[in-house]
């Protein structure tokens, strides 16, 4: 006779079978059952959160930092409305991620019962795939289904709604082989004739660009081997969208850093000037373009992309490669091998990138004149904590601002899975939950947030989770009392009147990571710069630093909203503090 | 600054899924969160177990945006495959529709005489009214409609465009 079990025992077993370590959540009445599976069966370690869009970034981090699919568990009503954020920061971002929520019983669903929710309704358009279980003889399959298709071809969040009644009827559950799904088979396998041109197209181009992104990170850490052989057979120089940071290694001279907005002069005039532009994993978001008619005028384009839908979405394509970004550049070096392709000669494209280089565009003005002398430039605070830890490979999260891109440009990543920020959603509030959930990922690890401190506020409540669990993270705030990019465009765009930017009433951060159990630094000077870093990373537990930086520095380079390339901004100097109705537009 | 609008042509596609809760509201929703036009669109069960459905949808797009509607909608879970019917050949196209008409006399008459050019059925009749009922490409359909205004429309239910792909192979 099959033994039959509860739904939220099925939930579990089926966790286990899957190979699920930790989950992050919280409770409430439509998930009781379930964590009292979990109670009793003490094979998943719980980590308790203090908000539920906390539960999600620490899934992001823990998926980000270790390849593996995060997973969630929130109540009905307002613990899956809370989780929103973070499911759709995942779903821009293509992170695997499972998240679970209660739901009120099938019987009251379209009632308005109390903590009722139409979750299914809410996450269908910021997941890949949702589901409503109604039947528990269906629970366990569903749930391997929702894994296979958060982790394969594209990631991304996969909800399942539960019902409290489906969470406690029983059925049988054994665990399921290897899943064929009827409809959803995502394409890993480029077309053959299609990587034989593409190679062919590098092999003759002159000014090739590898223009890479998360979709190597996604593909695992092989790809970024591949990319770096790809890279070195080729000769071709590498630039990287945000996301794609660390899967190439920022010290190579090959790497010309990271393109867009807020890239290098020589990443994004490469890319201008290109005749060959090979994408690989990213997905011409308009951060990267720019103004999509200059965008890259003169070149053909391969695009290497899991997901066809990114294919010709915004910028033509000339040569689409529908695959895994890892196995395309196998494949791509496998052919270009075979047919025996000498190194091209591209000293002449070389040449020209030196001397966009020469222009040293991540240079910042430090005891320079608009007063800040004495101050610490936040470009300098990244550097010198890059300088103490880069030799220890740490993992280092962000939030959302100037401090970000600060922390894109100034600190080299060497690997992937190191990096780990809100790309495509831009969520304030992101890195402490997403250092909480790497930390459990990666207990050996280093694991810093680098953050402002207007975006560290938006989720300041889970110091305690880091208390409780007692993981080490760190905590490096640039405070420099604005949103500082709130700030920066008000100043380019509207004659610096600062509309509700200035960060008032701020904590004292130092006190406030005491009362939480952790230690607090303040760094105030230059001189106090590298003291205070060395101080942070001597203590064995839980630190936040409040770096004070300079208040009115800005981040540049810069191309503004709706400008080319060629259009850069590289200091503060060529603002003019208005811009036309077309580009106020843009966001 | 004035907000600029895409050159649209009208395609017709059929988008095979399966049926499962929701779906619906997946492609529908599809539509709106990225601003596409669903001009008609038509759902129904195809085959004897029910598990799978046929949904004819009629927009109207640039080239660029009409790729990346058939790229977004075979990009759901449970799509089977996309059929961009206007641009993959010829095929079919039908619609059928029930129009009300109100009359007396002569209006009573010309509704009959017209309905008979049209090839319109009636399929319910009292002293005073007419239902017809209509088939074929959206165009007649519109053109009947519109004669019906001039001898005493009073509504129209229309069930929306279903197409399939001329010739032996499915689409």
Same mark, same amino acid.
């Given at each position: ?43 998943? %370690? ?71 929710? !139409? ?14 279980? %109604?039947?528990?003889?269906? =629970? ?47 394409? =890993? ?21 590898? @223009? ?39 010290? +190579? ?11 290098? @002069? ?18 011409? /978001? ?6 999509? /008619? ?10 290497? &992309?899991? &997901? ?15 695959? !895994? ?5 196998? !494949? ?77 440009? @100034? ?57 409780? @669990? ?25 004659? +610096? ?6 960060? /008032? ?74 811009? /036309? ?7 | ?39 008609? *669109? ?6 004897? #177990? ?22 977004? *909608? ?10 961009? $019917? ?9 619609? $059928? ?14 509704? *009959? ?10 399929? #319910? ?21 519109? *004669? ?24």
């Amino acid at each position: 006779m099959v033994v039959e079990r509860s739904g939220a025992d099925i939930l579990v077993e089926a966790l286990v079978d899957l190979g699920v370590e930790v989950v992050f959540g919280y409770p409430g009445g439509a998930v009781l059952p379930i964590y009292d599976a979990l109670f009793r069966a003490r094979k998943i %370690k719980h980590i308790l959160v203090r908000h539920e869009q906390a539960a999600t970034h620490a899934a992001e981090g823990y998926a980000r930092s270790t390849g593996k699919p995060g997973v969630v568990l929130v109540t009905s009503g307002p613990g899956a409305t809370n989780a929103i954020t973070g499911i759709t920061d995942a779903m821009l971002d293509s992170i695997p991620m499972v998240v679970i929520t209660g739901q009120v019983p099938t019987h009251l669903i379209g009632s308005d019962a109390f903590q009722e929710a !139409d979750t299914v309704g809410i996450t269908r358009h910021c997941t890949k795939h949702n589901y409503l279980v %109604k039947n528990p003889a269906l =629970l366990g399959a569903t749930i391997h289904e929702a894994f296979h298709i958060a982790t394969s071809g594209r990631p991304g969040p996969v909800v399942i709604d539960i019902p409290k009644d489906v969470q406690v009827a029983t059925a049988a559950y054994s665990k399921p082989g290897p899943i064929q799904h009827k409809t959803y088979r995502p394409a =890993l396998k480029a077309d053959r004739s299609a990587i034989e041109q593409a190679v062919d197209m590098i092999a003759a181009a002159e000014r090739p660009v590898l @223009y890479t992104g998360g979709g190597v990170i996604n593909s695992g850490p092989a790809a970024a081997q591949l990319l770096i052989e790809l890279a070195r057979i080729t000769g071709a120089p590498v630039t990287s969208t945000l996301m794609g940071l660390g899967a190439y290694p920022a010290s +190579s001279p090959q790497f010309l850093g990271m393109l867009g907005m807020h890239g290098t @002069y020589e990443a994004n005039w490469a890319m201008n000037q290109a005749d060959l532009i090979v994408n690989i994993g990213a997905r011409f /978001d308009d951060r990267v373009t720019g103004r999509l /008619d200059a965008f890259a005028p003169n070149s053909r384009k391969i695009h290497v &992309d899991i &997901d066809r839908s990114s294919i010709n979405k915004t910028v033509r394509i000339d040569l689409p490669i529908v695959a !895994d970004a890892g196995r395309a550049m196998e !494949d791509m070096i496998r052919v270009w091998k075979s047919r025996q392709y000498a190194k091209p000669d591209l000293s002449a494209w070389w040449a020209r990138i030196a001397e966009w280089r020469a222009k040293d565009s991540l240079a910042f003005p430090e005891d320079e004149p608009n007063g800040f002398r004495g101050e610490i430039m936040p470009q300098r605070a990244v550097r010198a904590l890059w300088e103490a830890t880069h030799a220890r490979q740490p993992i280092i999260t962000t939030e959302v601002g100037q401090h970000q891109m600060w922390a894109a440009q @100034y600190f080299g990543f060497e690997l992937p899975n190191k990096w780990l920020t809100s790309g495509g959603l831009g969520t304030m509030g992101y890195g402490l939950p997403a250092a909480i959930g790497a930390q459990l990922g990666n207990p050996n690890a280093l694991v810093i947030d680098i953050a402002g401190e207007a975006s560290i506020q938006m989720n300041i409540q889970e110091l305690a989770t880091a208390t409780q @669990y007692r993981l080490p993270v760190k905590v490096f705030i640039l405070n420099n009392e604005y949103m500082g990019m709130v700030r920066q465009w008000q100043e380019l765009t509207y004659e +610096s009147r600062y509309a509700e930017s200035y960060s /008032d009433s701020l904590p004292d951060f130092v006190r406030l990571a005491e009362a939480y159990g952790w230690r607090g630094i303040r760094i105030e000077r230059p001189d106090q710069l590298d003291g205070g870093i060395a101080d942070m990373l001597a203590y064995d537990g839980p630190v936040m630093v409040d770096c004070r930086v300079a208040k009115l520095a800005n981040c540049f380079p810069m191309i503004p909203s709706g400008a080319a390339h060629t259009d850069m901004i590289l200091q503060a100097n060529e603002v003019s503090g208005t811009m /036309d109705d077309e580009a106020r537009a843009l966001v | 600054m004035h907000i600029r609008e895409e050159k649209a042509e009208r395609h017709t596609l059929a988008v095979i899924v399966d049926n499962e809760p929701g779906i619906l509201a997946r492609i529908a929703g599809l539509f709106t969160a990225r601003g596409y036009n669903i001009e008609s *669109l038509t759902v129904s069960e195809v085959t004897a #177990d029910k598990s799978v459905s046929r949904i004819t949808i009629v927009t109207s797009a640039s080239p660029a945006t009409l790729e990346q509607i058939v790229a977004q *909608l075979d990009r759901l879970v449970p799509v089977h495959r996309v059929h961009d $019917l206007t641009a993959e050949g010829p095929h079919v196209e039908r619609e $059928l529709a029930l129009v009300k008409v109100r009359g007396t006399g002569d209006h009573r008459i010309e509704a *009959l005489r017209l309905a008979d050019v049209y090839r319109a059925r009636v399929v #319910d009749a009292t002293t005073s009214s007419f239902v017809f009922e209509v088939t074929g490409g959206i165009e007649k359909i519109d053109k009947f409609v519109e *004669l019906m205004a001039e001898v005493g429309l009073i509504e129209v239910a229309r069930t929306g465009v279903v197409a399939i792909s001329r010739g032996k192979d499915a689409a």
